[in-house]
Structure formats: structure tokens, C-alpha cells
């Protein structure tokens, strides 16, 4: 019988420290619901000790996810332990992962720390959580530029102490596949009591090899768990890809030999939903996910494809969930088709009131628009935040006006609380314009540092414009995303998403991973 690759997702965690990446707790439980529905055997709902927002958002996927097991990362300290098991007090499975740096620069350098005080906080952090609860997974931070000694001693004691996954990071992505699975090897080998855990990687892509160092843990070191991201979501280069994983061990199961629990058709599905929560764009030749990826321009490559299809194409796009669903919903369609389509992409309304306000925002859409595809839906769920309450900002209307030769002038009225403004502005363009009158009120002293338009679904002019803006002020960076067939009522809807979150300054630490 094969063995089990057990994949654990840290998109709501590590992917989520991309600069302006955070989610909203409704945002990272729609995501989880999403990873269930993928059947990701874990799922790192976040740090809880980082931020009570943080904290929120694990809890109630702690409550509401039932079928993958729901862990929290945490320091190597009582205070944060301690915080993820309240958090994780609902789960059906919980799992703490706490973690402390191992190499002699980030001891020396972050931690001001011996190598022996860090010894010793491994072992306590352990033994503490180990008492919270009986799924403990340890992470020696920068393991792969450890001392291979100190390491050992340092894996040894952790296992004697109940830890039952270790996890070895390369946090800086210098690894190359071959030395990081000898690594990984040699670590099992010269621990004693290494087989009384489970080992895992976890991959940055600084050199583009996350996924390609990552194999090799498994095939080389022994490795039996895969911590990844949706779409390779991360802070600077990104994380080791879920979906490039678990396509690969599928369509090569001839060498790789392992069985895995994820369901592979819903992965378009959460690569959309990820995408288009966060304002990440997937890039068209991205493996698996790639609008380009089951494309074919060349002749010959057509020609091949026409008479038989697996001699250009390795795997099915249906396998992965391309081609379920593409045309779902349109003007005439009533509200139990509706609201059936929502929970078929995972997403729970809580109330009839959301799904009626959903549904409205649906027919406004479908009056200017004939055909809605599943992106609409997600952009129009993810845009119009059925949380509207909790909006600080809000958008009510837009008049723009631009001709050649004469400078475009642009009127808005928002919401700010309970306050309405009014305002106008010219500018460079329409939706300059329409940013400087929302800023002339606002006054939020932000820096634009992006500003990016992508279309929903492709091949059409009735196409949304999906708009990411991301702002930039006192150390802060965040994304707001806006969605609308008027490309510059999107780019207001997303300046204002990002000063949401500008104006909620949500204090949250650090992790390396």
C-alpha cells in the first residue's frame, strides 16, 4: 500500500504575510471552507497570538471547519501556546505549531540568545503544548542553515517531549533539492527516536525551487507532510505551490508512489477564490492554474491535441476543475439558483439577509452583463462585502467625464461611518481623478505603490475589471480589491477596500516559517 502525503495549507498564514495579503476573518473562513472542500488534510488558520483579529479568524475555523485539522502557529512561549489552544478550543482536530530559530545567525542576531537557552525553550515550548493538546508540530526557523549537531539535539529533545510532526524550513529558500533532501535524510538517520514523528518541509521560493526542494524532502529525506500555499502565496517570492505539489505527485504517481486525500477539481476553484480575496493575480503560465496553462497556440501543438490529447497534455483540465461550471448564471435566473451556485463555490452566507443583499447585487450585475461566470460571483462576494457594517468607507456613487483634449474630472460620494461626502477632482485620467477626489476628503497621507487591472473572464468586453490597489503608510501595506464592469468604479471601490484596512490598523506580529 502506498504511503499517505499528508498536504498542509499556510495560505491563511504564511501566504497571508505577503505585503498587503491580510484577510478579513469572513475572507479566511470562506478561503478554509474552500480548503475542506479540497480535502486539505491541514489547514494553518493563522497565528492567534498575532492580533485578536488573527486570533477570530482561527477560532471560527476552528468552530466551523470539521473535516481537515485546524492548527495555529505560536512562538516557542507560554503566552502564545496558550493563545492558539483558546483558539483551537472548538476544533474537531486541533494541532499547535510553535517554532523557534535554530541557526547561529538568527539565534545571534534576532533571538540574542545561546544556543543552549534555545535548546532548553524548544524543549519547555513542547512539553507545554503538549499538555494542550496531543497534535504538536515544532519548527526549528531557518532549519536548513543549522548546525546539523545543535539541530539534532535540538529534534531529539523535542520528540522525547511529545511533538509528533517536525518541520524543517527552509525560511530563506536557499536550498537546492538534492542537498535539502540529503538534509532531511540525514537528520532522520542520525536521530534516534526519529521515527516516533512525522517529518515535513516547508519551502520558500526565493530560487524558484520551493516545489522542486520540496519533492525532494519527500523522495529523498523521507519527508511524509507538504506545507504549501494556494497559487504559491507568500511573502517575497512565495511559498512551495499546493496545486504544482499535488499535480505532480498525481501525474507522476508512478514514481512517487503516495496516496493523498485531496479532491484535485476543486483546486481552480480555491486558486480563484485566493486570487481574488487578496488582489494577487495569477499569472497566465503559472502550472496547473494558469489561465494559459491547458492553452494551445502552436499548430502542431493543436493539431496533436485534436486527434489525441495526451500528446501535448500531461494532465486533463477538467481533473483540476477548469472546465466545470463555466457559464453558470444570467438575468433570468431566480434566487434558489443563486443562492445553490454560492454554496457550490463554497461560499456560506450567514443570514437570509446577506443572501438577499448578495442576490440583489447579483441582478444589478446580470442587468449589465449577460453571462456570469463563477469569477463574477467570487468578485462579487469578495467586492461587496456582505460584512457592509463593518466598512468604515463606503462607495455610493461616481460621475466621470473625459474627452480628448480636456483634463478628465471625476464627482464621488462615500460614505465615511455614518458621515456622506461629497467630492470632485480632475486628474490625469478618469480614475486618477477619481482617486484624488477620494483622497482631497479622506486625507489618509497613503502612498499608491500599485495599481493593477485585471479582467475577470476573458474573451469578452462585458468582462469585470478585477482592480488591485495597494497602499502604503507608516509601515503598513495593504490590497484593496474592487470588481465592476466600469473599470473606474472599481478602481474607487478598491482605494476605498484598501483604506478599510488602512483605517482598521489591525497590530499583527511577524512570523517566519
Not at 15 to 39: D, V, Y
Not at 474 to 485: E, F, Y
Not at 499 to 504: E, F, G, Q, S, T
Amino acid at each position: 500500500m502506498a504511503d499517505k502525503l499528508i498536504i498542509f495549507d499556510t495560505t491563511l498564514r504564511d501566504g497571508e504575510q505577503s505585503p498587503g495579503a491580510s484577510m478579513t476573518r469572513e475572507e479566511k473562513l470562506r478561503i478554509a471552507r474552500q480548503l475542506e472542500r479540497l480535502r486539505v488534510d491541514v489547514i494553518e488558520a493563522g497565528f492567534a497570538a498575532s492580533s485578536n483579529g488573527d486570533f477570530e479568524a482561527v477560532k471560527a475555523i476552528a468552530n466551523q471547519v470539521r473535516e481537515s485539522t485546524i492548527c495555529s502557529l505560536a512562538r516557542a512561549n507560554d503566552r502564545d501556546i496558550s493563545r492558539a489552544a483558546e483558539a483551537l478550543a472548538g476544533a474537531e482536530r486541533p494541532r499547535i505549531h510553535t517554532f523557534i530559530a535554530t541557526s547561529a545567525l538568527h539565534m545571534d542576531k534576532k533571538l540574542r540568545m545561546t544556543p543552549d537557552q534555545v535548546f532548553e525553550q524548544a524543549k519547555l515550548s513542547v512539553r507545554f503544548a503538549r499538555n494542550l493538546c496531543a497534535d504538536v508540530e515544532f519548527s526549528p526557523e531557518d532549519g536548513y542553515r543549522s548546525d546539523m549537531d545543535f539541530l539534532c539535539r535540538v529534534l531529539e529533545a523535542v520528540i522525547k517531549e511529545g511533538a509528533t510532526t517536525l518541520n524543517i524550513p527552509d525560511t530563506v529558500g536557499y536550498a537546492v533539492p538534492e542537498l535539502y533532501g540529503n538534509f532531511i535524510r540525514t537528520l532522520r538517520e542520525r536521530i534516534p527516536n526519529s521515527d516516533q514523528a512525522i517529518w515535513s518541509v516547508h519551502c520558500h521560493n526565493d530560487l524558484g525551487m520551493a516545489v522542486a526542494n520540496s519533492l525532494a524532502g519527500v523522495m529523498i529525506g523521507g519527508a511524509r507532510q507538504v506545507e504549501c500555499t494556494i497559487n504559491g502565496l507568500g511573502e517575497r517570492a512565495g511559498n512551495c505551490s499546493l496545486e504544482e505539489v499535488v499535480m505532480a505527485v498525481k501525474t507522476r504517481r508512478d514514481y512517487f508512489k503516495l496516496e493523498m486525500g485531496i479532491d484535485a477539481t476543486q483546486i481552480v476553484a480555491a486558486s480563484r477564490m485566493v486570487s481574488q480575496t487578496t488582489g494577487f493575480v495569477v499569472q497566465p503560465n503559472k502550472a496547473v492554474v494558469g489561465a494559459n496553462a491547458f492553452a494551445h497556440a502552436s499548430g502542431i501543438h493543436q493539431d496533436g491535441v485534436l486527434k489525441a490529447r495526451d500528446t501535448y497534455e500531461i494532465m486533463r483540465a477538467e481533473d483540476v476543475g477548469w472546465a466545470a461550471n463555466k457559464i453558470v448564471l444570467g438575468k433570468l435566473s431566480g434566487r434558489n439558483a443563486f443562492k445553490q451556485r454560492l454554496q457550490e463555490l463554497g461560499i456560506a452566507l450567514e443570514s437570509e439577509g446577506e443572501i438577499n443583499a448578495a442576490f440583489a447585487r447579483f441582478k444589478d450585475l446580470a442587468d449589465r452583463k449577460s453571462e456570469i461566470f463563477d469569477e463574477d460571483i467570487l468578485a462579487l462576494v469578495s467586492d461587496e462585502s456582505v460584512t457592509r457594517e463593518h466598512e468604515h468607507y463606503r462607495l455610493l456613487s461616481l460621475a466621470q467625464h473625459s474627452e480628448t483634449g480636456e483634463r478628465p474630472q471625476a464627482a464621488v460620494v462615500f460614505a465615511a461611518g455614518e458621515i456622506e461626502h461629497s467630492t470632485e477632482s480632475d486628474g490625469n485620467g478618469p480614475v486618477d481623478a477619481s482617486l484624488k477626489a477620494i483622497e482631497s476628503k479622506v486625507q489618509s497621507g497613503a502612498e499608491l505603490v500599485l495599481y493593477s487591472v485585471n479582467a475577470i473572464t476573458s474573451g469578452s468586453t462585458e468582462s469585470q475589471g478585477e482592480v488591485t490597489v495597494r497602499l502604503q503608510l507608516g509601515g503598513r501595506v495593504v490590497n484593496g480589491v474592487g470588481a465592476d464592469p466600469d473599470i473606474v468604479v472599481a478602481s474607487a471601490k478598491a482605494y476605498l477596500a484598501a483604506l478599510n484596512k488602512l483605517h482598521a490598523n489591525l497590530e499583527r506580529v511577524a512570523a517566519q516559517g
